[in-house]
């Protein structure tokens, strides 16, 4: 049974910063590329970054690019999310994700920018 379980969400104030984990299980982790997606109140839910399965090549939204971080640890199953200069835009709920076919999704974490 696949498991996707998103941590390190938080309340943090513009120009901090945060460092998201995704612990995964039921699947060959190091076989797939994974992804963080966000949705912010009222919007769709958006394309964060990307890494390869083997952590060798990553993407980025624009809006991210420079600031956010994604990497892997394929040996503890887990993808993390450094976010640095934390804008309010910022704010939304964080998802882990990977596809094989199928999308398989996380609960989320709850990202707060503000003052």
């Known amino acids: 049974q696949v498991q996707l379980v998103e941590s390190g969400g938080g309340l943090v104030q513009p120009g901090g910063s945060l460092r998201l984990s995704c612990a995964a299980s039921g699947f060959i982790f190091s076989s797939y590329a994974m992804s963080w997606y966000r949705q912010a109140p009222g919007k769709e839910r958006e394309l964060v970054a990307r890494i390869s399965s083997g952590g060798g090549r990553t993407n980025y939204a624009d809006s991210v690019k420079g600031r956010f971080t994604i990497s892997r640890n394929n040996a503890k199953n887990t993808v993390y999310l450094q976010m640095n200069r934390l804008k309010p835009e910022d704010t939304a709920v964080y998802y882990c994700?990977?596809?094989?076919?199928?999308?398989?999704w996380g609960r989320g974490t709850q990202v707060t920018v503000s003052s």
């Open positions: 994700n990977y596809r094989d076919g199928d999308d398989y």
